[in-house]
């Protein structure tokens, strides 16, 4: 069964780096890209970055460049998104989904990172 | 760069036909491809068209995905409503840059 696992809740505070993790099962991150998406409570999905499974190529969103920092390894399958410099802002259910070209159908089941102080 | 433009909410009864429109404001629809993601409450969201028309294997025939150039817009048809299509829906395409774009999404009631 292909799917995608995440790392569990993180309490944060403000100023800080939180680190999620995606570990994928069922499939290799070789032939495919992995995309990490969030969601703060209420609101729309909103695009953070990707990463090219087979040549750790990245690319990050504007909003999100001097802060995100998307890594993969592949010895475990696990694609990692760190996140630095932690505002209430960035409160969010953040997902991983991997696929290829515009097909992503596995998703993971999303990460509630909270920032407070 | 652009903005996908969804209307905020729909609702339709049970049986019924509703299409779901994501607008571009600019560049060409065709340009690229669009996907749309279901997603249900404290789920996380799900294909159910990519490459503008294409349906995953699993997803019902009632869901169908266009793109009209003369508008602008793609196009979510889900006809045949039925109660556990109520949910999120989302269009999503690319920039120049190969970067995601969401629409705001549409919030679709089935009553």
């Known amino acids: 069964q292909k799917q995608l696992e995440q790392s569990g809740p993180e309490l944060k505070r403000p100023g800080t780096s939180v680190k999620v993790s995606c570990k994928a099962s069922?499939?290799?991150?070789?032939?495919?890209?992995v995309q990490w998406v969030r969601q703060a409570r209420g609101q729309g999905l909103e695009w953070t970055g990707w990463i090219v499974g087979d040549s750790g190529n990245t690319k990050y969103a504007q909003k999100f460049q001097e802060r995100v920092t998307i890594t993969r390894d592949m010895s475990t399958n696990t694609a990692y998104m760190e996140l630095s410099n932690l505002s209430s802002e960035d409160t969010a259910v953040y997902y991983c989904?991997?696929?290829?070209?515009?097909?992503?159908?596995?998703w993971g089941q999303g990460t509630l990172v909270t920032v407070s102080s | 760069n652009f903005m996908l433009t969804q209307p905020h909410s729909l609702s339709e009864s049970p049986g019924k036909t509703v299409t779901i429109s994501c607008t571009r404001s600019s560049g060409t629809i065709g340009s690229s491809y669009v996907q749309w993601y279901q997603q249900r409450p404290g789920s996380a969201p799900s294909i159910i068209i990519f490459e503008d028309s294409q349906r995953p294997s699993g997803v019902p025939d009632r869901f169908s995905g266009s793109i009209d150039s003369s508008s602008n817009s793609a196009s979510l048809t889900i006809s045949g409503l039925r109660t556990e299509d109520e949910a999120d829906y989302y269009c999503?395409?690319?920039?120049?840059?190969?970067?995601?774009?969401f629409g705001g999404g549409t919030k679709l009631t089935v009553l």
């Open positions: 069922g499939f290799t991150f070789s032939n495919s890209a």
């Open positions: 999503q395409s690319y920039d120049s840059s190969n970067h995601w774009m």
């Open positions: 989904a991997a696929g290829s070209g515009s097909y992503y159908p596995y």
